[in-house]
């Protein structure tokens, strides 16, 4: 069930895959919100439902053209090539703006969460006392996760299994930071920091045939580390889009309901005055990663100063954040067509 596309509309779903890989980058925004509000949110998760057994049977076979058109080959391609583009650029504009600019950075991602919720609310029309208690709900989970605290740092391989599966979630739960769990489970900088850093250190000594880190005991750990959280990332992807699959097709006014009360409830995670508590030793000391960077505990949130410029700058920049995601549903609802089957 491929849809006929344009060569616009497929450099506009390169776009939305860089928009959707460098949000799923930052802690505390969710890949899934930038697929819900751009309105490919269900053909996102039908189309990983059909990563299955079927699938595993065509590749096997050497069937390639229908495995391509069976899991909707074109539209994942094309979306995934963008979240590539933004793994090697956007995100590596956002790691310099949330250096230089965070309170801003963070403002702009609220106001895009706060239009988020406009917008899905204003085209809900199916309320009923039971649409919001699943919307209660959906606020209770998202504050609940907004204030746990970190958990110690853990390189067991079926723990970073788990938070493979789990930290994929910010791709297809929207709400849900996918990174944000990743600090929450203590795992962050191992998984999205060392472990990345040490692919890039193996890749640049293998353009150099220089295979001395075979003899680095700590940079093999690393890569096994980085290889079981992407098979547990791969399976969380398929196992989570199932399910999601599933409750779309049997209880969507339900789904849609706790996925607003979700998003509503990760407004505390994305809060843009916080101030950064740091991990500390026994001694007192802060406890640095493999970079020699701070390693963060928990945020400190608290009310702005309106007697403060930046405070009124802050809150420019969430009007900014608000204005992109209506501008980008309008722009999508202007140009949407029917699907040709």
Not at 146 to 175: H, Q, R
Not at 207 to 212: I, K, N
Not at 226 to 241: M, Q, T, W, Y
Request: charged share 15%.
């Amino acid at each position: 069930m491929q849809q006929t596309r344009t060569f616009t509309d497929k450099v506009l779903l390169v776009l939305k895959g860089l928009a959707m890989g460098a949000a799923n980058k930052v802690p505390g925004v969710s890949g899934g919100v930038v697929a819900f509000v751009a309105g490919f949110y269900e053909e996102f998760i039908y189309s990983l439902q059909k990563i299955n057994y079927k699938a595993f049977i065509l590749l096997i076979n050497g069937r390639f053209r229908s495995l391509y058109y069976y899991t909707n080959g074109k539209f994942l391609s094309l979306l995934i090539l963008g979240m590539l583009i933004s793994y090697f650029s956007v995100s590596k504009v956002l790691d310099y703006l949330i250096l230089h600019y965070e309170l801003y950075v963070w403002a702009a991602f609220f106001g895009m969460i706060v239009g988020s919720i406009y917008y899905i609310s204003k085209d809900f029309e199916e309320w009923s006392k039971r649409s919001l208690v699943f919307v209660l709900l959906g606020i209770i989970v998202g504050v609940a996760i907004s204030f746990l605290e970190p958990a110690k740092e853990n390189d067991n391989l079926w723990f970073v299994f788990f938070c493979g599966i789990i930290g994929v979630s910010g791709m297809t739960l929207p709400g849900l930071s996918g990174s944000f769990i990743l600090i929450l489970l203590g795992n962050y900088v191992l998984l999205l920091v060392d472990s990345v850093n040490a692919l890039y250190d193996t890749i640049a000594n293998l353009l150099l045939w220089d295979l001395s880190f075979l003899a680095d005991p700590e940079r093999i750990r690393l890569l096994e580390v980085l290889l079981v959280f992407g098979a547990g990332s791969l399976a969380g992807l398929v196992s989570l889009s199932h399910l999601l699959g599933f409750v779309l097709k049997n209880y969507k006014t339900d789904t849609f309901a706790a996925i607003i009360g979700f998003i509503t409830g990760s407004l505390g995670v994305v809060w843009p005055w916080k101030e950064k508590i740091f991990k500390v030793d026994a001694n007192g000391e802060m406890i640095l990663d493999s970079q020699g960077n701070a390693v963060i505990d928990y945020y400190d949130r608290y009310f702005p100063a309106f007697s403060s410029a930046e405070t009124w700058l802050a809150i420019f920049f969430i009007f900014v954040g608000i204005l992109i995601v209506l501008g980008l549903a309008w722009y999508e609802k202007k140009n949407q067509k029917p699907a040709k089957r």
